[in-house]
């Protein structure tokens, strides 16, 4: 099986140059946490909501994966803030262009270590992206698993 048969196809598409604010109604409607960028139809970054988060927290929380001492937190107004900011900036500025890409003929092994790895990297999906740099598709740890276990026989 490769990545061609378990990619979704179903997927909203942001320009870099849109509004980070604009850009986020997708993710509002349908419950998106990564929407691929595209320019000039070449597959350049994902704007994830983990990413947003991220850049809205203080750096001493955000450069310390163990922080435990919360009274030092922000309140929600300083992250309110940080958002409202970053809302009023284009996508290309707070997208991640580091991601997890395959070709269509990546064998279905491959495409799941690919999402088990890197588990530092903002996206968490795995992007197909063919020869020309042409976004075709998108795989998630669901599409994976569904294909696998639909294939799997529980009778007994």
Do not use: C
């Amino acid at each position: 099986m490769l990545a061609r048969d378990v990619m979704s196809t179903d997927f909203f598409i942001l320009t870099p140059d849109a509004l980070v604010h604009q850009a986020l109604e997708p993710v509002w409607e349908n419950r998106r946490r990564e929407l691929p960028v595209v320019e000039e139809g070449r597959f350049i970054g994902v704007l994830t909501m983990r990413e947003l988060i991220h850049r809205a927290l203080p750096s001493y929380i955000r450069n310390d994966r163990h922080f435990a001492n919360l009274t030092y937190a922000p309140d929600l107004h300083q992250v309110s803030d940080r958002l409202q900011e970053m809302g009023q900036r284009p996508v290309r500025e707070v997208m991640s262009r580091e991601v997890r890409k395959v070709s269509p003929d990546t064998a279905l092994l491959a495409v799941a270590t690919a999402l088990i790895r890197d588990e530092d990297k903002e996206a968490r999906n795995v992007w197909v992206v063919d020869d020309g740099h042409k976004l075709v598709g998108q795989i998630s740890e669901w599409e994976v698993l569904r294909h696998i276990f639909g294939r799997l026989d529980f009778s007994g």
